[in-house]
């Protein structure tokens, strides 16, 4: 059997866990609570729930964000797990807020935890599922960019943020089940 992980990238700590850096954290979350698993181990520097009958691996690396790569690289070699059976998720506010995008590879993008990714591994081919939580305005730069992914959504925002992570589950089985092109059929758009 080929052992699958599906990792989503967020900030470890109570400080951040609605904010929208941690949508990756939040769609692993899911999948763990429909399949009934715990968050019982931790090894290669990430909380890990493992679902031992169809050898997936889901992870929340507790590295932070920027260094994310380190948990990933860790992981994959640990496991023996392919780069092609891996799947990233995380936060991008170059997306509005709700879209999903999947693709099975690129360059980062300018997000510094799939930099992360990117460079500890070597390689632009790592699928991913990109979040969106932008705003349809310009994205904010600099400091003004850190307050806003490590900010909270506003009230108006949590039903459509919660409604992603649920379809970034839903896209996270349909990758598993039915393959990246699929899925990006299905959900990109």
Known sequence: MTSRLILGLGNPGPEYLKTRHNVGFSVVEELARRRGLSWAT???????ALDEGSGLVLGKPQTFMNRSGLAARGLIEHRQIEVADTLIVFDDIHLPLGRLRLRKGGGPGGHR??????????????????????????PPVGQELIDFVLGDFEDDEVSVAEEMVQR???????WLSAGAEE??????G
Do not use: H, I, K, W
């Open 42 to 48: 931790e090894q290669c520097r990430t909380l890990l």
């Open 113 to 138: 935890g799939l930099s992360s990714v990117v460079e500890t591994l070597r390689t632009e081919g790592v699928p991913r599922l990109r979040l969106g939580v932008g705003v349809a305005e310009e």
């Open 168 to 174: 970034g589950a839903d896209a996270c089985e349909s």
């Open 183 to 188: 899925t990006m059929n299905r959900f990109n």
